[in-house]
């Protein structure tokens, strides 16, 4: 089925956004909102937490805001923590439907403006005018950690920290998982962390943002498509992204990214005693 027959259909539309984020002409990221990789115009989007909310239109039908919430995690949040941006950071949102290689633009312009919050970063987008370059501002320091968990700059070894089991039952997001699954770990230390497991001979992941230890259930960040009970996942611990943690869970404060300078409420100006 086309775009169109998907888009009018009320049974066979599985509607998802596929994102790409363009800095300077050369750095590319394509993220979906779908579970597992999509590949649509000859390209692959990688799926990461993302979200979007209505586009706005203001001043006139060409002009348009877009807010886009991408995960702490995802390596373009973690290019845009740095310097100031001498090059726009070009977005363009498509919308597809899973399984179906067409897809429509329905959202072309550049960041500007990016905020920071523990676990995400929003871009605020806008199609400007073209002959003003938008050039947003990225932060120096964060007292948060912005290393991807486990991944290269942060090179804490996830099988140290990861669990095997089996589902007892799936309900929507919610995964029950036996007694005891959590091993040596305490069952809290799993939120933020990944559920992965294996879906159509391809790994799938979700992020776990929500352990309940008197049930064992486990809420995922969206319902895990091929999952069903006696199934074998994995779990990993998350992280809170602080320095107490990456110490005292991790022992992996050398790696810290964040800024490791305790703040207090007041503030003394130099030269002059407190």
Same mark, same amino acid.
């Given at each position: 089925?086309?775009?169109?027959?998907?888009?009018?259909?009320?049974?066979?539309?599985?509607?998802? %956004?596929?994102? @790409?984020?363009? #800095?300077?002409?050369?750095?590319?990221?394509?993220?979906?909102?779908?579970?597992?990789?999509?590949?649509?115009?000859?390209?692959?989007?990688?799926?990461?937490?993302?979200?979007?909310?209505?586009?706005?239109?203001?001043?006139?039908?060409?002009?348009?805001?877009?807010?886009?919430?991408?995960?702490?995690?995802? *390596?373009?949040?973690?290019?845009?923590?740095?310097?100031?941006? $001498?090059?726009?950071?070009?977005?363009?949102?498509?919308?597809?439907?899973?399984?179906?290689?067409?897809?429509?633009?329905?959202?072309?312009?550049?960041?500007?403006?990016?905020?920071?919050?523990?676990?995400?970063?929003?871009?605020?987008?806008?199609? *400007?005018?073209?002959?003003? $370059?938008?050039?947003?501002?990225?932060?120096? %320091?964060?007292? #948060?950690?912005?290393?991807?968990?486990?991944?290269?700059?942060? &090179?804490?070894?996830?099988?140290?920290?990861?669990?095997?089991?089996?589902?007892?039952?799936?309900?929507?997001?919610?995964?029950?998982? *036996?007694?005891?699954?959590?091993?040596?770990? &305490?069952?809290?230390?799993?939120?933020?962390?990944?559920?992965?497991?294996?879906?159509?001979?391809?790994?799938?992941?979700?992020?776990?943002?929500?352990?309940?230890?008197?049930?064992?259930?486990?809420?995922?960040?969206?319902? *895990?498509?091929?999952?069903?009970?006696?199934?074998?996942?994995?779990?990993?611990?998350?992280?809170?992204?602080?320095?107490?943690?990456?110490?005292?869970?991790?022992?992996?404060?050398?790696?810290?990214?964040?800024?490791?300078?305790?703040?207090?409420?007041?503030? @003394?100006?130099?030269?002059?005693?407190?």
């Amino acid at each position: 089925m086309t775009f169109g027959a998907l888009e009018a259909s009320r049974d066979s539309g599985k509607p998802i %956004f596929l994102a @790409t984020f363009t #800095y300077g002409g050369t750095k590319v990221w394509r993220h979906t909102n779908a579970e597992f990789e999509v590949t649509s115009g000859g390209y692959t989007y990688t799926p990461f937490p993302i979200t979007y909310d209505r586009i706005a239109h203001t001043s006139g039908a060409d002009r348009a805001s877009l807010k886009v919430t991408i995960g702490w995690d995802s *390596p373009l949040a973690q290019f845009l923590l740095g310097d100031v941006m $001498p090059w726009e950071l070009e977005v363009e949102i498509r919308k597809a439907h899973a399984g179906d290689t067409d897809s429509v633009l329905v959202f072309s312009g550049v960041a500007s403006a990016v905020t920071y919050s523990p676990g995400v970063v929003t871009l605020s987008c806008e199609t *400007p005018n073209r002959n003003t $370059p938008v050039r947003p501002s990225r932060r120096h %320091f964060t007292k #948060y950690c912005p290393h991807q968990l486990y991944g290269p700059d942060c &090179q804490a070894n996830p099988n140290n920290f990861k669990v095997d089991t089996t589902t007892v039952s799936v309900s929507g997001a919610v995964v029950r998982l *036996p007694s005891g699954w959590n091993g040596s770990f &305490q069952k809290t230390e799993f939120l933020h962390g990944v559920f992965t497991w294996v879906y159509a001979f391809r790994p799938a992941y979700a992020f776990i943002i929500g352990v309940d230890a008197a049930t064992d259930d486990v809420t995922l960040s969206w319902i *895990p498509s091929g999952l069903t009970s006696n199934y074998n996942v994995s779990l990993s611990i998350g992280c809170d992204k602080t320095a107490a943690t990456c110490s005292g869970v991790f022992n992996n404060l050398p790696n810290f990214g964040g800024l490791l300078v305790e703040l207090s409420d007041s503030f @003394t100006p130099f030269g002059r005693e407190p």
